[in-house]
Nanobody
């Protein structure tokens, strides 16, 4: 199967920056869209940013102009550069990837990482 591992989370003060990374591994045939979602305690999970295999991006209105999503296809890695962090950005950030595997080469499946904590407070 496919595994996604996030890294780069941590504790920052308001206005600070972090860069999250997510590496996909396993029986991957093709990776299509990759993205980041977040969930704060007691809140609904929400989309943060996505990037297609052709590097077309989409952002939630709340992060536009502050966050940048990118990917390195050779390394099966997606990044999320987060600048000008606000307390409301505090959440667990989850990596998502839409893939076909070497076993099911014609079926696209979404996989999720286990999440990384981002905390923005003074």
């Amino acid at each position: 199967q496919v595994q996604l591992v996030e890294s780069g989370g941590g504790l920052v003060q308001p206005g600070g920056s972090l860069r999250l990374s997510c590496v996909a591994s396993g029986s991957i045939f093709v990776i299509y869209t990759m993205g980041w979602y977040r969930q704060a305690p007691g809140k609904q999970r929400e989309l943060v940013a996505t990037i297609t295999s052709g590097s077309s991006t989409n952002y939630a209105d709340s992060v536009k102009g502050r966050f940048t999503v990118s990917r390195d296809n050779a390394k099966n890695t997606v990044y999320l550069q987060m600048n000008s962090l606000k307390p409301e950005d505090t959440a667990v950030y989850y990596c998502n990837a839409e893939v076909t595997t070497k076993v099911t080469t014609f079926t696209r499946t979404n996989y999720w990482g286990r999440g990384t904590q981002v905390t923005d407070s003074s």
